[in-house]
């Protein structure tokens, strides 16, 4: 038990003992669940079709590939801001269009609705997160040999059963590195929370790290922020872990 500023007095394992009676913790770890879900459907399935969709040379398609990508050189920061700004209840950009076609009635208050603040965070990181996924996947098409495209062809198999069958497959390696990457990302989710609702409206768009940073530095309950910090960690680690036993499994049987 600690406020950073008297005497830390230990108090054992009563930090998590709390946690686990808190219900802020559990609606942050649901949060970091609907995060992963997202991330696991939204990101990896546009930037996979876009990598299928841009996987020839030519100039249109390195300048679109290079436009997809550029979110990755923007900070946090910006994108919560240009979203933050997307999101506005008047003059927002989704209200405004939504108005223009007819579709008033499907405006919302993005982020003060607490049914669909963290989703609407989520977008704004999943808009960043497609281009690099999209990278990693262009990566992995090109090491995939062309002839066994080509003799699926010409055996008659059609686009969907040559992607089901040989190049969904052989891009199992990149599918596993994206899936642990992603899955640490929802954990360590913290930036586009704090920058465009702060956990807000209530706790309905808190995250574990946010959540860990709120207690921490702005309540001043440095003992209950680290024992959330170590949840955290903890939960990090159970996937890679996974994942390192994954790859060495692949290499042994390599």
């Not at 990278?135 to 080509?150: C, F, K, S």
């Amino acid at each position: 038990n600690w406020d950073g500023i008297t005497a830390p007095i230990f108090i054992g394992l009563k930090n998590y003992q709390r946690l686990l009676g808190d219900r802020v913790f559990y609606t942050a770890l649901v949060n970091n669940v609907k995060v992963l879900c997202v991330f696991l459907t939204v990101p990896i399935a546009g930037g996979l079709g876009l990598a299928l969709l841009f996987n020839r040379p030519a100039r249109t398609v390195n300048f679109l590939k290079s436009a997809i990508y550029s979110p990755m050189a923007l900070s946090f920061v910006v994108i919560g801001l240009i979203w933050s700004w997307f999101y506005l209840p008047n003059e927002g950009l989704f209200n405004t269009l939504l108005k223009s076609f007819g579709l008033g009635f499907l405006a919302q208050s993005w982020l003060s609705n607490a049914q669909i603040s963290i989703f609407s965070v989520t977008a704004a990181a999943s808009w960043r997160q497609i281009g690099y996924i999209m990278i990693l996947y262009l990566a992995g098409l090109q090491t995939i040999d062309p002839t066994l495209v080509e003799a699926a062809r010409v055996d008659g198999a059609s686009p969907w059963q040559v992607f089901r069958s040989i190049v969904f497959p052989l891009l199992a390696p990149i599918t596993t590195i994206i899936v642990v990457v992603t899955v640490i990302d929802s954990l360590q989710f913290f930036d586009l929370v704090y920058i465009m609702t702060q956990g807000g409206p209530g706790y309905a768009s808190t995250v574990l790290a946010n959540f860990m940073y709120t207690e921490a530095f702005t309540n001043f309950r440095y003992g209950y922020g680290a024992a959330i910090a170590v949840v955290q960690f903890l939960l990090s680690f159970i996937f890679i872990v996974i994942y390192l036993t994954s790859m060495i499994r692949k290499g042994t049987d390599n």
